[in-house]
């Protein structure tokens, strides 16, 4: 398969064709496994958190609920 | 995916192939050329691009506004020293970036949503379109200050802005995007031009590496003033914007040295040019601060030419322009990958507007809905653009904290999780750089609510 038969305007063919880029092999051996849509497409698995990174959560949390009020206080004030 | 845009490869076992695979396969394969045949130069000229956007996206017109004003206020004592050593931090932070998209070949936003969850992932989504919209309306500003210098008004602004959006995500390529985008972010160094058209005194540039004099006035201000300057230089829309542009580049492990070189590169150019516009503005010192006042760059290009010369005030304004035509760029490219990877839609310049449209529809939407804030007449665009930071000020900590998280996970990672000695480095200056955000969003609160002067 060449890239202009995925590409749905010419453009792409052109710039493809004058390096020399056409055949599937020679696509896919450019990219790594993991780097097609396909690949990344795919969701990664939830982290497993131990309690250290639990309890930086949390404080992540309670800091964005305190700093937020503030904030957007501060930015709706000053825009009078 | 639409099965429009997929073809099943005929090699066994190969996953299919889509139009942006087949384009992302053929930059890759430039790259491998050049790697292959030792052009050393050519694969530098290939790989560099998200860091130097970043960066000198960073210097966009609010913060060479900031810069100057740094200048015109207190002149080059201690400021000429202290960015670089902000420089140095942000790349710290943004080589993190570039090497979870080398890696994870994902975006910051959908790599927080899937390992940690939709609550962070979300959050940090929606936290940073809502910001990320303020500064765009802040960069807008900038274009039209600049242009008020040669006497033009807010629709040629909007016009030329949102010219400059279409015109680059037409191209259907990344590649496309990210050249046109370096080519005018080339002009940045105009601020480096009306340092050398103000003919500083050398001498007095080189006696300010020793940080002194320290900036005066109440301790209140000075916390202000460090921790707006610290906290604009490693911003939310950069940590999103390096790692997803990466990620669409195609950089794979491979690739991380000649990304650190570009985002060293990028965090060099920026400081340099920042410094110019410090050293264009702290000419206005030693004339009183004439005609400045007020700031928010409204009267910084007209100064300048009273001072300096027609030329370096028209200079001064054209990078203005630069400045906020690059940020919007780059800001707008950045809420459009983090909205494509929430919402789990195909987020690259290397697909089609038909195969992306959530992608490319963010891209152009966020920069329209700024442009028409700036012509709603009697809008507080001064105080829209003086207070953008200070919206930033949640997310940054939170970017910060999740992005170290990111780069320790070795289920991603392996290899290239962080290493012990790069962990401690990163940890305080991901501290200091978070606490100096927090510590501004804070206190111009207790600011607000008076109970503490300003």
Redesign the interface.
Known sequence: ?R?A?????P??AQ??DE?G?QA?????M????????????E???????GPR?KA??WS?RI??VL??V??????V???? | ?STS???V???LG?????????????D???V?HARRHDRRWRLLWLLVGPGILAMLGENDGPSMIAYASDGAQYGLGFFVPFIPVLFAMAFVCQEMSMRIGAV???GYG??VL????KL?GW?GAIDLTLTNVITLVAEFVAIRVGLAYFHLGAGVAVLLGLTLVLFTVS???YWRWERIVLGLAVFNGLFLAAAILVKPDVGAVVGSLDFSPFPGGSFNTLLLLLASTIGATVTPWMIFFQQSAS?DK?M?PSDLRHGRYDTAVGAVLAAIFGIGALIAGATLLSHGGAGIEGFAGAGFPGALAHVSGGATGAVFALGLIEAGAVAILTISASIAYAAGECV?A?HSFNN?P??AGVFYAVNVGVALLAAMVILIPGA?LL??A??AN??A??LL??SL??ML?LAN?R??MGAYANKRSTNVIAVVIVAFVGLCG?AY??D??LQ??HVIGS
């Open positions: 398969m890239p038969e995925l590409d749905h305007g453009g792409e710039v493809a390096h880029i599937d092999d020679e696509l896919i450019h990219l790594e496994p993991d780097q097609f849509v396909a690949a990344t497409a969701p990664v698995p939830r982290a497993p958190l990174a930086v959560l992540l800091f964005v700093v937020s503030m904030v957007v206080y501060t930015f004030d000053r825009l009078h | 995916m845009e997929q073809a490869s005929p090699l190969a996953p299919p192939l889509t139009r942006e695979d087949a384009v992302r396969s053929f890759r394969s430039r491998h994870t070949h994902r959908e790599l899937q390992r940690y969850g962070w959050f191209g259907g390529r990620a195609g794979t789990g195909s089609s038909r195969n507080p105080s829209i003086l207070n200070v919206l000020t949640v900590p939170v904290v999740l998280m996970d289920g991603l927090a969003g804070i111009s609160f607000t609510i």
